[in-house]
């Protein structure tokens, strides 16, 4: 099975600093078919998951340029340039090969 | 496009749990849908996915439980799991991904329903 790991697992952020989570897997998130499978998801308090970040480095849609997505295989992080008060919430990683989840990260406004 | 999960909201222990997720504003049939729960105050714990052409994964810790099925003319997916349990009571969500042509991520979710066990 793939196991995904996140850290840190809270992370306070003063308003327009950036911040960074990483995520692991025990195993190369490389599909068939050449892309690596690798999402980013955000739940903000109260709400459902929203996709950021799909194929580890594409934006969904209305996703603000802000965020960004980097990595290859088994490292990966999640990048926010300038941290909002609406980015608030826990960010989870997920792999698409098999699909599955790292523990989430809550981000919280200092 | 927006997803609607549907179901009973408290369950007996031993029996079976039975959703429904509604898609309006497209026709989902050529998308795979996945059901996530969330226990209280816990992460996202994947249930398993139904591809466009019926093909399903399930998670494995699960896999004896699970049935998920779509209803294409209803635009709708399915989560049956049979012999619930306290450990089964979560907040269950719906979504829809796909590949066109590579993975889109799972790019539209229900609110989700609570379900009590």
């Known amino acids: 099975d793939i196991v995904m790991t996140q850290s840190p697992l809270s992370l306070p952020v003063t308003p327009g600093e950036p911040a960074s989570i990483s995520c692991r897997s025990n195993q190369s998130l490389l599909h068939r078919d050449g892309s690596t499978h690798l999402d980013w998801y955000l739940q903000k308090p109260g709400k459902s998951p929203q996709l950021l970040i799909y194929l580890v480095s594409n934006r969904a849609s209305g996703v603000p340029d802000r965020f960004s997505g980097s990595g290859s295989a088994t490292d990966f992080t999640l990048k926010i340039s300038r941290v909002e008060a609406e980015d608030v919430g826990i960010y989870y990683c997920?792999?698409?090969?098999?699909?599955?989840f790292g523990q989430g990260t809550r981000l919280e406004i200092k | 496009v927006q997803l609607q999960e549907s179901g009973p909201g408290l369950v007996k222990p031993s029996e079976t749990l039975s959703l429904t997720c509604t898609a309006s504003g497209a026709s989902m049939s050529k998308y795979y849908w996945t059901w996530i729960r969330q226990s209280p105050g816990k992460g996202l714990d994947w249930i398993g996915y139904i591809s466009p052409t019926g093909n399903t994964v399930y998670n494995a810790t699960l896999k004896s439980r699970v049935t998920i099925s779509t209803d294409t003319s209803n635009n709708q997916a399915s989560l049956k799991l049979t012999s619930v349990t306290a450990a089964d009571t979560a907040l269950y969500y719906c979504?829809?991904?796909?590949?066109?042509?590579?993975?889109?991520?799972?790019?539209?979710w229900g609110r989700g329903t609570t379900v009590t066990v």
């Open positions: 979504a829809t991904g796909g590949y066109d042509p590579f993975w889109t991520g799972w790019n539209v």
């Open positions: 997920m792999q698409a090969l098999q699909t599955g």
